[in-house]
């Protein structure tokens, strides 16, 4: 289950915010939660990221190969994910668009409904789940 509430996810990740681009998936958000201080990331986060689409881990097999083709886009800017911390600006503001982008590891295709699962394996973790087409 999600620690953020529907009303709030539908805001953040819009119907069409999941589309196929080749061979990567990019996810938009909009923050609208509060501003983000990525600056305060720490670079082991990506050691406690976990990632399912319809309850298949994604990361369970060639982790790091996966991780290392993913980014975060800001601005149109883009920044390998292990470098979340080094974006321009030290935080996301309330009504800033970002975009995560990965490798489309398990052959997604446009049009087919799925679940995503994003959590960060904390003390206080953090879950997000949410369903959408992609477009």
Do not use: W
């Amino acid at each position: 289950m999600s620690a953020i509430p529907k009303y709030i996810l539908k805001r953040m990740i819009l119907e069409n915010a999941v589309k196929l681009d080749k061979d990567f998936i990019t996810i938009k958000v909009l923050n609208v939660l509060s501003n983000l201080p990525v600056s305060k990331i720490p670079p082991e986060f990506l050691d406690v990221l976990d990632v399912k689409i319809d309850d298949v881990p994604v990361l369970k097999t060639n982790r790091k190969a996966i991780l290392a083709k993913c980014s975060f886009v800001l601005k149109g800017k883009i920044y390998p994910l292990a470098d979340i911390a080094k974006v321009e600006g030290d935080e996301i503001p309330i009504g800033e668009e970002f975009s995560i982008v990965f490798p489309n590891v398990i052959n997604l295709k446009k049009g087919e409904k799925h679940k995503f699962a994003i959590e960060f394996k904390v003390k206080r973790g953090l879950s997000i789940e949410f369903e959408r087409v992609i477009q």
